[in-house]
């Protein structure tokens, strides 16, 4: 049976549509190199440039064209947007082949996901759309009340931006939309980096999470301005956090810290180098009438002052930027995590706590608690894991792309 999102074919002749009979329109083909796919045939929603056959016709095609993706045995694997230029060349959309990708597509894996937030949260403050977890390949939509911000990472999802524009008014009608496409990943797609907002006013914008008011500049901070990814991990912290003394190290914009002060700590200090981070957690320490202290600093420095101060903490958290950017910097990012476990190891007092994260994709879960171990050993100190965990549950990762789940938070109980 014809899929039921498939296009009429262009190519017919007015009589021939006006007959109502079912032209569609035929994807371009690309095929799989024999025994090559076996993550595709599995069930994964990728194909690698190195599994294809990269024939002149595959060349040719415009970057983020709509294809069809087929076995050297002439298998189906549906519908996926393409760039040959790409190490990731192909993203699946819908398992369909010739699958009409438009506003209703969008409708409809915006309504799903939605319906998943809407069970888990009370409040309209969430990841809404988190690419290949949600079908949505590419693209990342986080709520802030009626404001959205979406981020494009891939050709193939910048060339629907218009039909995806339409579908998230359908389902949302947002007060303010703004696109946040300035991720350096786009220059791996051949794409151009902007801000633009698409509805609304660009302005300051508050986040309620944990009880806690945070604020974001949602054009010019990091990724969309804010880390949902983190909130179930902040109430955590939090939660240790009553009548103890807590330092944040890269706080941003204030998160572990103001939670950590919200729930009742006696001392709070938050490190980080960004000004403009530092104020708008200044800001939210004001609307949430806390006194926490921040200090705007090199943080590895600061840290290595701290402890030769022998200044102590009884919970430490170190939440850094991506010390593993690709794959080349696996090595260099690996010493750099333990050397930051080690330094901020020193800092806890014993009974205390420390809280060590990565955001980096590049470098897996057994390595990054290998690295922190090995840090937390060369501190002298004896250490208990008693937390291993990634981003919340508005974060859904594919079951066929455990890689994707980037977030590792180790939270230790230190001797």
């Not at 970057?63 to 699946?92: E, H």
Request: net charge positive.
């Amino acid at each position: 049976m014809a899929s039921p999102y498939a296009a009429p074919n262009r190519h017919a002749t007015r009589g021939q549509r006006a007959k109502g009979k079912n032209f569609m329109t035929g994807h371009p083909v690309i095929r799989l190199k024999a025994r090559e796919g076996r993550r595709v045939r599995a069930g994964a929603p990728w194909v690698f440039s190195n599994e294809i056959v990269m024939d002149g016709p595959a060349k040719s095609l415009p970057s983020g064209s709509l294809v069809n993706v087929k076995g050297d045995d002439g298998r189906d694997f549906g519908t996926f947007y393409f760039n040959p230029k790409s190490l990731i060349a192909a993203r699946q959309l819908d398992h369909r082949s010739d699958a009409r990708i438009d506003a209703q597509f969008f409708v409809s894996r915006l309504s799903r996901a939605f319906a998943l937030r809407d069970a888990l949260y009370s409040k309209p403050f969430y990841r809404l759309a988190n690419a290949e977890g949600d079908g949505l390949p590419g693209l990342v939509i986080d709520r802030f009340g009626e404001g959205l911000v979406i981020q494009i990472t891939t050709a193939g999802m910048e060339l629907l931006l218009e039909s995806l524009v339409e579908a998230v008014e359908a389902v949302l009608k947002p007060a303010t939309m703004i696109l946040r496409n300035d991720a350096p990943t786009r220059a791996l797609e051949g794409l151009p980096s902007y801000v633009r907002t698409v509805k609304g006013a660009a302005a300051r914008i508050g986040v309620e999470e944990n009880g806690v008011m945070y604020f974001v500049n949602a054009e010019v901070g990091q990724k969309t301005g804010w880390y949902y990814d983190q909130r179930e991990n902040r109430a955590f912290a939090a939660s240790l956090a009553n009548g103890r003394s807590v330092l944040d190290a890269y706080c941003y914009t204030g998160g572990f810290a103001l939670a950590a002060a919200k729930s009742g700590a006696r001392e709070v200090i938050g490190l980080d180098s960004s000004a403009p981070a530092l104020a708008l957690a200044e800001e939210g320490a004001a609307a949430n009438r806390l006194s926490p202290k921040f200090v705007r600093c090199d943080v590895f420095e600061e840290l290595e002052r701290l402890g030769t101060a022998a200044e102590s903490f009884d919970i430490v958290i170190a939440d850094p930027p991506p010390f593993v950017r690709a794959r080349k910097d696996l090595e260099p990012g690996a010493r750099a995590y333990r050397k930051l476990a080690r330094a901020a190891a020193r800092l806890v007092t014993p009974g205390g706590f420390l809280v060590l994260a990565s955001c980096s994709h590049n470098i897996s879960v057994e390595r990054f608690s290998l690295e922190c171990a090995i840090g937390l050993a060369r501190d002298g100190r004896m250490a208990r894991l008693i937390r291993q965990a990634g981003a919340g549950p508005d974060h859904p990762i594919h079951p066929m792309l455990p890689e994707s789940a980037y977030l590792k938070t180790l939270v230790f109980g230190l001797d």
